[in-house]
């Protein structure tokens, strides 16, 4: 499915795009389930829902065993389970100068990092609209994970708290020698794989199309991601819907309960 080059990038530089098996018809389904669930709102330039749809042509994509079986070579294990997804559409923003957040998502240590299986997430940003450089490009900071998750290592006071899932921006982060950031570009139907530990974030869209992602978040079976209690409560309760929505020989994919 992949090669031990592209894990390795995962693992140093924190991101890859690569392609994937999803025929266009099934890219082009999952832009259409968009368009019906993401109208664009007055004076809001980003719409995204998390864990809370069941469109078939969505759920046809989450369920695919292409991103299991890569999350399995990624965290190094036998077997993984359904995380969290999410869709996100950015919306052409004309005149206004490029700019983009940077933030990570995901705390965890460079033991999480290397252990076997790893106590990380394997996520992938499955895009469902080509991604250009003025077309809101997620930017990120190649590498910027390893010195943060070394750095996590020496917080006694997050023993046992980690790895889990926190939202911390660049400017409360500790000052690191980060690389400078990069965007992430792709076409439709190709998925960048990532790791939010690493320090990245949403760009301004200067384009003129809609740019539109579906992403699916996997963790290894044995290990534990926490999660603040509202996305906890909305993860258990979407753990539900998805097991009803599954094919019979899919909902392997969805933790026991």
């Not at 070579?73 to 869709?87: C, E, H, P, W």
């Not at 957040?101 to 394997?122: F, G, I, K, M």
């Not at 290990?223 to 097991?243: H, N």
Request: some cysteine; glycine content about 4%.
């Amino acid at each position: 499915m992949i090669d031990e080059l592209q894990i390795q990038r995962f693992l140093d530089d924190g991101a890859f795009t690569m392609d994937t098996p999803i025929s266009m018809d099934r890219i082009t389904a999952a832009a259409e389930a968009l368009d019906r669930l993401l109208p664009q709102k007055e004076g809001r330039n980003r719409s995204s829902l998390t864990c809370n749809y069941d469109d078939p042509a969505l759920i046809d994509l989450i369920q695919d065993p292409f991103f299991e079986q890569v999350s399995c070579q990624l965290l190094d294990s036998k077997a993984v389970y359904f995380f969290q997804t999410a869709i996100i559409t950015a919306f052409p923003q004309p005149g206004v100068e490029f700019g983009f957040d940077q933030h990570v998502d995901l705390q965890y240590t460079l033991t999480d990092l290397e252990a076997s299986p790893r106590r990380v997430t394997s996520i992938f940003f499955l895009w469902l609209s080509d991604v250009a450089l003025d077309q809101a490009p997620m930017m990120y900071r190649p590498g910027s994970h390893r010195p943060l998750a070394a750095h996590w290592e020496t917080q006694a006071e997050l023993k046992g708290e980690i790895p889990r899932i926190i939202g911390i921006k660049l400017a409360d982060l500790p000052e690191l020698d980060y690389a400078e950031p990069q965007p992430l570009l792709a076409k439709a139907g190709q998925a960048s794989v990532l790791t939010t530990g690493m320090v990245h974030g949403a760009s301004v869209h200067t384009g003129d199309l809609p740019r539109k992602v579906l992403v699916i978040t996997f963790h290894a079976a044995d290990v534990t991601i926490g999660l603040p209690e509202v996305q906890e409560i909305a993860k258990r309760e979407y753990d539900a819907t998805l097991r009803k929505a599954l094919p019979q020989e899919r909902r392997h994919i969805v933790r026991p309960i």
